[in-house]
């Protein structure tokens, strides 16, 4: 069930109307409704994969409470490494088996070893890169007892399934989301109210503008050959809007949903196109899969204590790990590889925490230097995001070296300007909000209600006027 | 709580009287060409407009044909004519089942047919039919089948298309508008549905693999079979002669199943075996010969039915 369907139309209001209702009673009855209502979410990609969901949050919660029961700390770590490994397992076969054993054929035949690998084809389950990482992230608290381990399985079902997160995110962590579900939940007008708001843009962000550059996208990408210069950087700059606008309005609706029936899941965004520097992008680019990689791998490597060589090092590890995270190919390593580049010089001098405030704090335009910086920053993810949508190296390449010519000075070859334009209203709009959790939060709650309202009519009626007309499903879906 | 629902329900009711003002108001203002999700061209391609409204058929008829371009295409109301049937042609271009369905519920006691031809195809059960239910609901009138048609593609261009087809029409904004005989491709509208291309030479077309049934489609389908045998006509589902690459055995079993069971049904796919040269202007249309021949097969039938 996607949230832009039909289905889900129907599903949620029945859902948040029976949740509520059932608030006098107690919580506990309101989380058995979520984690049975979350099932069914589930489900309705493809029940077959559900069990492989609850064999999963069986094993982590199972996991959790033995290595909190043991003492001794080699039969704790037992109790880890049993279901890291289990975790990543399932992971590993499903989503890099094919990807490990072609290649691995590959460099056999080029040592003359003749290689018929055995390959599985199969389909990658929805979500599992998320759950795997909501579990991941609980045991590894319980190990280090951060926190206590959950008795109940359905409040901790709950925390791994909850369906506003299950399939893309934002990925939780236990001491965040744990203690919201095993506490009374309390109806508040101005919270709904604002999860609506979120909802709204979430859906005009995907709609209208992801789902509508992403045919554009398409077109240039597919044949990058046959393109002028200007159109495959046209192609690159939309790409990068395409992908923001398609996961943070994912992650938009997540929040909104689950403030909604409230909840507050984790930020995932924070406007990271205007960004001064790589460092910062990243504090403001899918920021709980960041935090994820920044304190279960970065830390426990070392982090940026030791020399030099370890630094590089582990900043290499990270990026090239979430790089291979998004997907078994060589594209999504480079672009792991490009942004570990762009980000060493930073931690190197150690300027990497510079830009913790929001640009142009309280002014409506940045001077000059904040815009050439925004500017470089935003040139430099661009280029590693054609790697990123192409469908292997040699197209990246293509692609890269067809921008590189003269005809980079000619005008794009775009079938419709409207996406366009709507693209750059859409940015207006999110740098007027950027010192807000999203554009929409306290844009417009001052003025008058009719105006206000006037304000949301024209969103709603932009979404159902200029919303793509076909499905297109969310690109973090396939991660 | 009662205060968020109270909120929810003004602003929903906003939304239902405001939407469909500006999506009037904007198709007006931008000419309706295309511009956002609405897609309000009159006359189109296929010659639905001149056909719905077209002046020589005399009810009751003795046949009428509904279909795709095989249709409008393929039945020559002329070579009827000299065989002593009257016959009026209900193709529109890219006719699903959906679309069928609408064209026959507005048509078919307007015509009081002896018989009704369904040419039948395996695209007809194929997606939402986005294309045919634009040109279906500008081109013809607008009225709760042709709005529940748009409801069931699930597509939100037909549903802006069709608010704002339904207000052009109640007003009365295309009165005078004239559909020309000869499209700008050179196909000519023939009184009587057929429309005709005056010189086509043969280009292949490459093999067509034939997506998944839509269920909506597969109903609308056995509602327009129900409908026509309640009306007393005879109904007689006809696959016209393809090309190799069109063959209804490339499609599904359940295809052939849904004609198989609805009534008679004829498959003359493989009427002119391999001579797709001589009869052919493509892989799926007839040319001046091949409109000929098959016609003076479908008479027969028609005749001996």
């Not at chain 1, 280090?144 to 901790?156: F, Q, S």
Request: hydrophobic fraction near 50%; include cysteine.
């Amino acid at each position: 069930m996607l949230f832009d369907s039909l289905g889900f139309a129907v599903f949620f209001p029945v859902v948040f109307a029976v949740y509520w209702s059932l608030s006098t009673r107690s919580y506990r009855a309101q989380n058995v409704l979520l984690l049975m209502a979350s099932y069914f979410f589930y489900a309705c990609w493809d029940e077959r994969f559900l069990l492989l969901l609850i064999f999963s949050t069986l094993l982590d919660h199972t996991s959790g409470l033995l290595i909190h029961r043991t003492q001794a700390p080699a039969a704790k770590r037992r109790w880890l490494y049993l279901s890291v490994g289990v975790n990543l397992g399932f992971l590993g076969v499903f989503k890099y088996y094919d990807f490990f054993a072609k290649e691995f054929a590959h460099l056999a035949e080029r040592v003359g070893l003749g290689v018929d690998p055995v390959l599985l084809g199969l389909v990658l389950p929805v979500g599992i890169s998320f759950y795997t990482f909501h579990g991941l992230s609980y045991v590894f608290d319980v190990y280090r007892g951060r926190i206590e381990p959950v008795r109940d399985v359905v409040d901790y079902g709950l925390f791994v399934s909850f369906f506003p997160l299950l399939v893309a995110g934002p990925i939780e962590r236990a001491t965040h989301l744990l203690p919201q579900i095993r506490a009374p939940r309390t109806f508040r007008y101005e919270r709904a109210v604002d999860g609506l708001r979120q909802c709204l843009w979430g859906f005009f962000k995907k709609l209208v503008i992801a789902d509508n550059c992403a045919p554009l996208v398409e077109g240039i990408f597919a044949d990058p050959a046959a393109q002028s210069g200007s159109t495959l950087l046209l192609g690159a700059v939309l790409f990068a809007i395409q992908i923001y606008g398609d996961f943070s309005g994912y992650s938009d609706i997540a929040l909104g949903t689950a403030r909604l029936l409230g909840f507050e899941l984790l930020r995932n965004f924070a406007f990271p196109y205007f960004s001064r520097d790589i460092a910062e992008f990243w504090r403001r680019w899918h920021i709980s899969l960041s935090s994820w990689f920044r304190d279960y791998l970065y830390i426990p490597l070392g982090g940026s204590r030791g020399g030099i060589w370890m630094k590089v090092r582990n900043i290499f590890i990270i990026f090239l790990v979430s790089g291979l995270w998004h997907g078994a190919n060589w594209t999504f390593l480079v672009w792991g590889g490009l942004n570990a580049l762009y980000f060493l010089p930073s931690l190197l001098r150690g300027k990497n925490r510079v830009h913790l405030d929001t640009v142009a704090q309280g002014r409506p335009v940045p001077d000059l230097l904040e815009a050439g910086q925004m500017l470089a920053t935003f040139t430099l993810t661009c280029f590693a995001w054609i790697f990123f949508r192409s469908d292997d190296i040699p197209n990246a390449l293509v692609h890269v070296r067809g921008i590189f010519t003269a005809s980079l000075f000619s005008w794009p070859e775009v079938p419709k300007v409207t996406p366009l334009a709507l693209a750059g209203l859409f940015m207006l709009v999110e740098w007027f909000g950027r010192e807000q959790r999203f554009a929409l939060e306290r844009m417009a709650l001052s003025w008058p209600r009719w105006c206000r309202w006037s304000f949301y009519l024209v969103i709603v009626f932009a979404i159902g006027f200029f919303m793509y007309p076909g499905e297109i499903p969310f690109i973090y879906f396939q991660f | 709580m009662w205060r968020f629902l109270r909120t929810v329900l003004m602003f929903a009711l906003l939304v239902v009287v405001v939407y469909p003002i500006l999506v009037i108001g904007t198709s007006m203002a931008y000419k309706h060409d295309g511009f956002g999700n609405v897609h309000y061209a009159l006359g189109y391609h296929g010659h639905l407009w001149s056909r719905v409204r077209d002046g020589s058929v005399r009810a009751p008829v003795d046949v009428l044909v509904v279909g795709s371009s095989l249709a409008y295409r393929g039945c020559d109301p002329r070579l009827f004519a000299e065989q002593g049937l009257h016959m009026f042609n209900l193709g529109s271009s890219a006719q699903t089942a959906a679309q069928g369905e609408v064209l026959l519920r507005h048509q078919l006691h307007r015509l009081r047919p002896r018989t009704v031809v369904m040419v039948v195809s395996p695209d007809m059960f194929e997606g939402p039919g986005i294309e045919s239910a634009l040109d279906v609901m500008v081109n013809d009138r607008v009225d709760l089948v042709t709005v529940r048609m748009a409801l069931l593609t699930g597509n939100v261009k037909a549903w802006n298309t069709v608010l704002y087809a339904w207000i052009r029409q109640l007003l009365d904004l295309d009165g005078d508008f004239t559909e020309p005989y000869i499209a700008h491709n050179g196909d000519r509208y023939v009184p009587g549905g057929f429309v005709e291309r005056p010189k086509c030479d043969h280009r292949p077309s490459p093999p067509r693999v034939f997506g998944p049934l839509a269920e909506h489609q597969v109903e609308a389908f056995r509602r327009s079979v129900a409908f026509v045998k309640a009306s007393g006509a005879r109904l007689l589902l006809v696959h016209p002669p393809v090309t190799g690459c069109c063959r209804p055995s490339s499609a599904s079993s359940d295809v052939a199943f849904e004609w198989t069971n609805a009534g008679a049904y004829l498959d003359m796919s493989d009427l002119f075996g391999a001579s797709d040269s001589a009869f052919f202007c493509d892989g799926r249309h007839l040319n001046r010969a091949g409109v000929a021949r098959f016609n003076a097969a479908l008479i027969r039938a028609v005749k001996q039915q």
